[in-house]
T-cell receptor
Framework: EADIYQTPRYLVIGTGKKITLECSQTMGHDKMYWYQQDPGMELHLIHYSYGVNSTEKGDLSSESTVSRIRTEHFPLTLESARPSHTSQYLC????????????FGSGTRLTVV | QKEVEQDPGPLSVPEGAIVSLNCTYSNSAFQYFMWYRQYSRKGPELLMYTYSSGNKEDGRFTAQVDKSSKYISLFIRDSQPSDSATYLCAMSKYNAGNMLTFGGGTRLMVKP
């Protein structure tokens, strides 16, 4: 079944640790995105990619980095986690010129203690 | 000022009621309008996708766009407890690489 997968679903980690949030999609979408969502707040775009080896920063400044070495895979890395990074991180993908195919993963809820 | 405004609620209605959810926006460049439903601890799922002004119906859901007023609505008929979720409006501009701008979401509770 075509879908978008995020792991882990929940992560509690200590300050200063390096973490990587995984995102993979099986739909062959060329575009992928990372959003940050705090409880009760809107989604903010932090990174996006239009294809392999293409990555850009989104509207919301983030200390995280991303890579796009394979079409289906778009991991997000935090080199040194801080409590201010505590949030929900949502990965999405799409294809074509419009947003009608936009699909979100279930998210990773990150808590940095 | 935010580009997209949405009342956060919560909105509580009895089962079977008609629900009206709304967003206003300030940028006339938005051409594509979407409604997403997000259950707790889940990612948003697309409910309705519309282009330009007018109505679009899908089952119990009707999306309405009024570009002259910069106002979009989602109506839910015969609401069910399973409709209880946060509803997010989102918009994008023409040829903008699928960049979405989201409202803050409205939390809906449908009571049996």
């Amino acid at each position: 079944e075509a879908d978008i997968y995020q792991t882990p679903r929940y992560l509690v980690i200590g300050t200063g640790k390096k973490i990587t949030l995984e995102c993979s999609q099986t739909m062959g979408h060329d575009k992928m995105y990372w959003y940050q969502q705090d409880p009760g707040m809107e989604l903010h775009l932090i990174h996006y990619s239009y294809g392999v080896n293409s990555t850009e920063k989104g509207d919301l400044s983030s200390e995280s980095t991303v890579s796009r070495i394979r079409t289906e895979h778009f991991p997000l890395t935090l080199e040194s986690a801080r409590p201010s990074h505590t949030s929900q991180y949502l990965c999405a993908s799409s294809s074509g010129p419009t947003a009608s195919s936009y699909t979100f993963g279930s998210g990773t809820r990150l808590t940095v203690v | 000022q935010k580009e997209v405004e949405q009342d956060p609620g919560p909105l509580s209605v009895p089962e079977g009621a008609i629900v009206s959810l709304n967003c206003t926006y300030s940028n006339s460049a938005f051409q594509y309008f979407m409604w997403y439903r997000q259950y707790s601890r889940k990612g948003p799922e697309l409910l309705m996708y519309t282009y330009s002004s007018g109505n679009k119906e899908d089952g119990r859901f009707t999306a309405q766009v009024d570009k002259s007023s910069k106002y979009i609505s989602l109506f839910i008929r015969d609401s069910q407890p399973s409709d209880s979720a946060t509803y997010l409006c989102a918009m994008s501009k023409y040829n903008a690489g699928n960049m979405l701008t989201f409202g803050g979401g409205t939390r809906l509770m449908v009571k049996p």
